[in-house]
């Protein structure tokens, strides 16, 4: 059974730093793009960074770039989000997801989600 549990989330104030992480259980971790997303009340839910499976390359949302930073540590099965100067359009459910497509099929779990408040 797999089983992605995301913590770190609460409040902060602007310019704040948070560190999300999500630790993965029940699937070949390394093998997984991760990815972290975030929904605010009211909005689509929005893909903020990936991480790929292999050489680690990454990708990120231009509203968070030169700003937040994904790692990802395949011994620990867990993946990283540092979230720096926050803003209040940071404020969002984040959730992270193991993504692996192959030739027979698609491979797409999520976690249940932190919540991220940047409020003074």
């Known amino acids: 059974q797999v089983q992605l549990v995301e913590s770190g989330g609460g409040l902060v104030q602007p310019g704040g730093s948070l560190r999300l992480s999500c630790a993965a259980s029940?699937?070949?971790?390394?093998?997984?793009?991760m990815n972290w997303y975030r929904q605010a009340p009211g909005k689509e839910r929005e893909l903020v960074a990936s991480?790929?499976?292999?050489?680690?390359?990454?990708d990120y949302a231009n509203s968070v770039k030169g700003r937040f930073a994904i790692s990802r540590d395949n011994g620990k099965n867990t993946v990283y989000l540092q979230m720096n100067s926050l803003k209040p359009d940071d404020t969002a459910v984040y959730s992270c997801?193991?993504?692996?497509?192959?030739?027979?099929?698609?491979?797409?779990?999520w976690g249940q989600g932190t919540q991220v408040t940047v409020s003074s």
């Open positions: 997801n193991a993504f692996r497509s192959t030739i027979l099929r698609t491979y797409s779990y």
């Open positions: 991480i790929s499976s292999g050489v680690s390359s990454t």
């Open positions: 029940g699937l070949t971790f390394s093998a997984y793009t």
